[in-house]
């Protein structure tokens, strides 16, 4: 197959280019400026910053991924708690504008299937029940409401084109050296210090990031996912984990013990706010459980791996 990836130097994109390049397919990768982080045989194509994307650039630039069997827009500015006007608007231009922009251009030149990674923030941050895809949206912050956004944009666009659109809501994607979140947990892991999950049940959806290739890898192929024609969904590992769980698999995969303390969460409830971290707090302490049912009726796919497997020092392809 012939796939087009935006973000190819980000953590997902990066990634997916090397798996694909691995199984044989020709890849191009859309980036903004030129990296060497990325093997010799992928073209890399400078799409530029896109914040400031225009079509007619865009449009240039996509003559070479003319009639390409997909393009995977892994691209976007992540959140923050930075809440200037100025921000806000530069992540609206990165998430929903450029993402508009590059939909249409890729529908122009014939790309047959476009894969967008948005997030199960459009869902929501904390559950009880575990999401579907049938559930009402209910984006958390900005970011989640300028994924949303593009979603409704690019279901619309796919409703009057022969381009096909296939959205993809992961939770927190991790793997031994995953940025973000699961980066931060990690490096609490080495410093050694009590940790305050001791006693803590709760249970958040994770997907390891080969269990996410494999899904994406599976979505790109239009010949063996027709059923994936305009729809959404979520994926995440087998097993959800507790924060506790989580950070007990992460220290016996650096060869450490993990320490614990048991604290209130009432109490670090009220310090998380204190320091202006209540967001954090959330992703610590709450539950957010995903339902597969979709993914594993419509398409068949199965995550095949846990979390002792992607954190193992055998299992260093990607990340």
Not at 206 to 235: G, R
Request: a positive charge; hydrophobic letters at 40%.
């Amino acid at each position: 197959m012939k796939v087009a990836i935006t973000g190819a130097n980000g953590y997902i994109g990066r990634s997916l280019s090397k798996f694909l390049l691995d199984a044989g397919h020709h890849v191009v990768a859309l980036v903004r400026q030129p990296t060497h982080e990325l093997p010799a045989k992928i073209t890399q194509l400078v799409l530029g910053d896109l914040s400031y994307l225009t079509l007619a650039e865009t449009e240039k630039c996509f003559q070479q991924i003319a009639q390409f069997d997909a393009l995977v827009h892994t691209a976007a500015m992540a959140h923050s708690d930075n809440k200037e006007s100025d921000y806000l608007n530069k992540i609206y231009k990165v998430n929903v504008e450029a993402t508009n922009v590059i939909s249409k251009v890729a529908e122009k030149v014939g790309v047959q299937r476009f894969v967008f990674i948005s997030s199960i923030g459009v869902n929501g941050k904390r559950n009880t029940k575990a999401f579907s895809e049938t559930d009402q949206p209910n984006p958390h912050n900005f970011y989640a409401q300028c994924k949303y956004d593009s979603e409704q944009q690019l279901l619309t666009l796919a409703n009057n084109s022969a381009m096909e659109v296939v959205i993809v809501r992961p939770p927190m994607v991790y793997s031994r050296n995953a940025p973000g979140n699961f980066a931060k947990l990690t490096k609490l892991v080495k410093l050694g210090l009590p940790l305050p999950f001791k006693r803590l049940n709760n249970q958040r959806s994770v997907i390891a990031l080969d269990n996410l290739l494999s899904f994406l890898t599976l979505c790109i192929d239009k010949d063996h996912s027709p059923a994936a024609k305009n729809e959404v969904f979520l994926v995440a590992d087998r097993q959800p984990v507790s924060t506790q769980g989580m950070v007990e698999k992460i220290a016996s995969s650096l060869g450490r013990k993990a320490h614990m303390a048991y604290i209130s969460p009432r109490i670090l409830l009220m310090l998380f706010k204190l320091v202006g971290k209540r967001v954090f707090y959330s992703r610590l302490f709450d539950s957010l459980l995903i339902s597969t049912d979709k993914a594993q009726n419509l398409l068949g796919w199965q995550p095949s791996v846990n979390m002792e497997q992607q954190l193992s020092f055998k299992n260093k392809r990607f990340d």
